[in-house]
């Protein structure tokens, strides 16, 4: 796939009207409505004041939640607006519709140097279905010599008509934050410092399937954690109790195990787990050798020496990237593997890369954010990126020129 793709910089940009896609699918209280975490308001700051210090004229749009192509008035991106408004010092024109008359009306009357923020765009079904009318109506509000910016990458593995069908209409570029993505990821896959040492974790190996098998051919090192190392755990002939494992992948793990070998990829296994007899957050856990698990017990955290087995790769790595966590993350008793591994990245000297969810909330909830060298604003994205599948979102960008 191809990284390098023009930018707001690469275009001219002044006095233009700029169709902005945002990632604003931010949390909040269901009782009130109120934004409980603005953090990616907040990201798509640098672009929007870019964008306006240029004198465009900017119709920002995103989804919020999943509303599935109805008009649901709790998924409203109407205190999103106020929001932004607050944080950009200026009034944030809202639009009631998404592509109806308010909307055309509002974008037809917008300066230079103003924003409108368009309604929840999965409030209609055609949205999500990249329908080709849907994404015609979204780019003629920015009007014959307008611009599309693309920022929002937690969205663009999703071909929809924001994220990827507009691209046929106007001229398409990536915005700030899909730079940094584009040029950080893109870099740690194409011509990463070495060592280069991926972590995995989380629940399941089918999850990461195309991930492992793209890094087992980048990679120097892999290191394995949560759910997902039991079933490879299971593979080297060992009981593993009542842990979760995919028996079906058992024989895929199995030969993952030996592409790495061939490959002399140091593929790295738990030696000790955090065990107990329930699904549950307790201190009454036993840490067991990773190959002699109990009976009745099933493992729901590394343990101690895998810890420091994982530190001491992570230690002498050039570049980390790490997705997913080691245990039961929600559980305080079962994070430890996941702080520790944290806490490695924040003191390891390699250009380090948190790949969203989980990951990136044990950075952020530790206070280690500012130590890592990127974290990665989307989730499924970053996963998809991983396993160097193309994502519609990006492939629709115009090329930038090689040097």
């Not at 499924?380 to 396993?387: H, K, M």
């Amino acid at each position: 796939m191809n990284y390098h793709k023009k930018t707001l910089y690469d275009v001219d940009v002044k006095g233009k009207k700029v169709l902005l896609r945002c990632d604003f699918n931010v949390p909040q209280d269901k009782s009130t409505g109120a934004i409980t975490d603005d953090k990616r308001i907040r990201a798509a700051l640098p672009t929007l004041r870019y964008l306006l210090e240029q004198d465009a004229a900017v119709i920002a749009c995103s989804h919020l939640g999943k509303p599935k192509g109805t008009v649901k008035p709790e998924l409203s991106l109407r205190p999103v607006a106020e929001r932004l408004s607050e944080l950009l010092g200026q009034p944030v024109i809202f639009a009631a519709d998404c592509v109806g008359a308010d909307a055309t009306e509002k974008a037809a009357a917008l300066r230079p140097g103003e924003v409108l923020l368009l309604e929840n765009l999965r409030f209609d079904p055609r949205e999500e279905k990249n329908d080709p009318e849907f994404a015609r109506a979204l780019a003629a509000l920015a009007g014959a010599d307008g611009l599309y910016v693309s920022d929002a990458f937690g969205t663009v593995h999703r071909a929809h008509a924001s994220t990827a069908g507009v691209a046929a209409y106007l001229p398409a570029v990536s915005g700030l934050l899909i730079q940094k993505e584009l040029e950080i990821m893109g870099g740690a896959l194409n011509d990463p410092a070495r060592p280069f040492v991926a972590i995995l974790g989380g629940a399941k190996v089918s999850d990461k399937i195309g991930v492992i098998n793209n890094l087992l051919d980048k990679a120097d090192a892999i290191l394995i954690g949560g759910g997902m190392a039991y079933t490879f755990l299971k593979a080297k002939g060992y009981g593993m109790g009542t842990s979760l494992l995919e028996a079906d992948r058992v024989d895929y793990a199995r030969e993952m195990l030996e592409k790495a070998a061939e490959k002399g990829v140091k593929l790295l296994l738990p030696v000790d787990t955090a065990v107990h007899t329930a699904f549950e957050n307790t201190d009454a856990f036993l840490t067991v050798a990773a190959d002699a698990i109990p009976d009745g017990y099933m493992g729901l955290d590394i343990g101690p020496k895998t810890e420091a087995m994982f530190a001491d790769t992570i230690r002498s790595a050039g570049t980390v990237v790490w997705n997913g966590p080691m245990g039961v993350f929600e559980f305080s008793a079962f994070a430890h593997g996941t702080n520790a591994v944290a806490e490695a990245l924040a003191a390891s000297g390699a250009v380090t890369i948190v790949g969203g969810g989980d990951s990136a909330a044990a950075v952020e909830q530790l206070g280690y954010a500012e130590r890592m060298t990127h974290i990665s604003t989307g989730g499924g994205a970053s996963l998809e990126f991983l396993e160097g599948r193309e994502l519609p979102g990006v492939a629709c960008l115009l090329d930038a020129e090689e040097n």
